[in-house]
């Protein structure tokens, strides 16, 4: 198999890039290389996978090559994104030309050029919003849905929340619909919280990478809300199955959407991640509070069932295990992190 993996120095497509070449696929990685740690991921890629071919282009603007390498390609991953609710706040046309003019010019690649790869594009929770009319319950320790233990369905109504969700949702509907009148094959996962070794996380994007790294270099960690926030946390390396198992299974799935994150059984609270690190650290982590941000969500948690009936899939590494992992990647690269700026 030939792979394309947009966005492929980021901390997804730099693991996608590392478990792939190891399948024996032919990997090439694309990225403009604009975001902080994927000069320090492309150099790794570069030492431990000499054969993964890298091409610095942007997919807003560089048509010609995206055109170039479809045709050369039978599966792409397409990860480039900006992946920011408050970055898209501060910039929301930068925000837009990323997220729906990057995607809308590769599905026109693949589309004029006849070419006929997997697509499969790295979609988000933020479509389906607030969910306002969902009732959240505290036991205590956690928010938790009262209704539905099994969490979000992909049936649920879309509500682009804040720009980045609206042009995440833009492209998400996109990607689906050409597979409907165009008849590419592509499928549409919505991810939740991806973590795992290689991700420079920072305060608004990568919670548990960040909470991990400012730990270890003894920042100030501030605590929006009550920290009994949950989400669905997801390893990337049960990520990657996931896209390994879309392609094995193109035919039947084409055009078609999945939530993949942890579901219920690998959700964890925000405060749940510190006597964790405390314990790796051998020391107390000091905590700041704050006010709840604008759209922090109480819990989230994606509903899998669709991908474990369709694909054969279900995530394995447990949070303990996940979180045990990304430390010990963090504290083997603290000297990178102050030398990159954190």
Same mark, same amino acid.
């Given at each position: 198999?030939?792979?394309?993996?947009?966005?492929?120095?980021?901390?997804?497509?730099?693991?996608?890039?590392?478990?792939? +070449?190891?399948?024996?696929?032919?990997?090439?990685?694309?990225?403009?290389?604009?975001?902080?740690?994927?000069?320090?991921?492309?150099?790794?890629?570069?030492?431990?996978?000499?054969?993964?071919?890298?091409?610095?282009?942007?997919?807003?603007?560089?048509?010609?090559?995206?055109?170039?390498?479809?045709?050369?390609?039978?599966?792409?991953?397409?990860?480039?994104?900006?992946?920011?609710?408050?970055?898209?706040?501060?910039?929301?046309?930068?925000?837009?030309?990323?997220?729906?003019?990057?995607?809308?010019?590769?599905?026109?690649?693949?589309?004029?050029?006849?070419?006929?790869?997997?697509?499969?594009?790295? +979609?988000?929770?933020?479509?389906?919003?607030?969910?306002?009319?969902?009732?959240?319950?505290?036991?205590?320790?956690?928010?938790?849905?009262?209704?539905?233990?099994?969490?979000?369905?992909?049936?649920?109504?879309?509500?682009?929340?804040?720009?980045?969700?609206?042009?995440?949702?833009?492209?998400?509907?996109?990607?689906?619909?050409?597979?409907?009148?165009?008849?590419?094959?592509?499928?549409?996962?919505?991810?939740?919280?991806?973590?795992?070794?290689?991700?420079?996380?920072?305060?608004?994007?990568?919670?548990?990478?960040?909470?991990?790294?400012?730990?270890?270099?003894?920042?100030?960690?501030?605590?929006?809300?009550?920290?009994?926030?949950?989400?669905?946390?997801?390893?990337?390396?049960?990520?990657?199955?996931?896209?390994?198992?879309?392609?094995?299974?193109?035919?039947?799935? +084409?055009?078609?959407?999945?939530?993949?994150?942890?579901?219920?059984?690998?959700?964890?609270?925000?405060?749940?991640?510190?006597?964790?690190?405390?314990?790796?650290?051998?020391?107390?982590?000091?905590?700041? +509070?704050?006010?709840?941000?604008?759209?922090?969500?109480?819990?989230?948690?994606?509903?899998?069932?669709?991908?474990?009936?369709?694909?054969?899939?279900?995530?394995?590494?447990?949070?303990?295990?996940?979180?045990?992992?990304?430390?010990?990647?963090?504290?083997?690269?603290?000297?990178?992190?102050?030398?990159?700026?954190?």
């Amino acid at each position: 198999m030939k792979l394309l993996i947009t966005g492929g120095c980021g901390f997804i497509g730099t693991n996608f890039a590392d478990y792939f +070449s190891k399948k024996g696929w032919e990997v090439t990685v694309l990225d403009n290389l604009s975001r902080r740690g994927t000069d320090e991921n492309l150099k790794w890629l570069q030492q431990t996978h000499p054969a993964i071919r890298f091409i610095k282009a942007d997919m807003r603007t560089d048509n010609k090559i995206l055109e170039e390498e479809v045709q050369k390609h039978d599966a792409v991953f397409h990860l480039a994104a900006q992946v920011a609710v408050t970055t898209s706040v501060a910039n929301p046309r930068e925000d837009f030309e990323i997220n729906v003019v990057g995607t809308l010019n590769l599905l026109e690649a693949i589309r004029t050029t006849k070419a006929n790869p997997v697509l499969i594009y790295a +979609s988000t929770n933020k479509v389906y919003g607030g969910m306002e009319d969902i009732v959240v319950i505290d036991d205590g320790t956690r928010y938790k849905y009262r209704d539905l233990p099994e969490g979000i369905r992909e049936d649920r109504l879309l509500d682009f929340h804040s720009p980045y969700g609206c042009s995440k949702g833009t492209a998400d509907q996109y990607v689906r619909d050409y597979a409907r009148i165009y008849g590419l094959r592509t499928i549409v996962f919505r991810q939740s919280c991806i973590y795992g070794p290689r991700q420079y996380g920072v305060e608004d994007q990568g919670w548990i990478a960040w909470f991990t790294i400012a730990a270890l270099l003894q920042k100030n960690i501030t605590i929006y809300g009550d920290g009994k926030q949950v989400r669905d946390v997801l390893y990337v390396e049960d990520l990657a199955r996931a896209y390994e198992l879309g392609v094995e299974n193109i035919g039947k799935v +084409s055009g078609q959407v999945f939530n993949i994150g942890g579901g219920p059984d690998k959700a964890l609270a925000i405060k749940e991640i510190f006597p964790m690190l405390e314990k790796f650290l051998g020391r107390e982590i000091p905590l700041k +509070s704050s006010d709840w941000r604008p759209g922090d969500q109480p819990v989230y948690i994606s509903n899998i069932d669709k991908a474990k009936n369709v694909l054969g899939w279900e995530p394995k590494v447990t949070p303990v295990d996940g979180v045990t992992k990304l430390f010990d990647w963090c504290n083997k690269n603290i000297e990178v992190f102050k030398r990159i700026g954190f």
